[in-house]
């Protein structure tokens, strides 16, 4: 067992050496080998994330107006 950081709805990247997680109202990305949370831009408010079979890609949910409901969005992955 190891810790890489701390985060929710975990989702990895292909080749298995990154982990997207929700943290402080973003998305972020953790090495598995340790090291800083890199901050994924645009992701304020997402949860979710599921990344693309390439790893290109990063699609998340992000509340709308209200809260009530959601909205799909998808960014870059971080290089």
């Known amino acids: ?6 985060g929710l709805d975990p989702a990895w990247t292909p080749d298995g050496r990154y982990l997207y997680v929700r943290r402080s109202g973003a998305l972020y990305r953790l090495s598995i080998d340790g090291g800083n949370a890199e901050a ?3 992701t304020e408010g997402g949860r979710e994330p599921s990344v693309s079979p390439d790893g290109t890609e990063v699609a998340f949910a992000r509340s709308t107006t209200g809260g009530s ?11």
């Open 1 to 6: 067992v190891r810790v890489i950081g701390e």
């Open 69 to 79: 409901r959601h909205d799909i969005w998808i960014v870059p992955a971080l290089p």
């Open 40 to 42: 994924v831009p645009d």
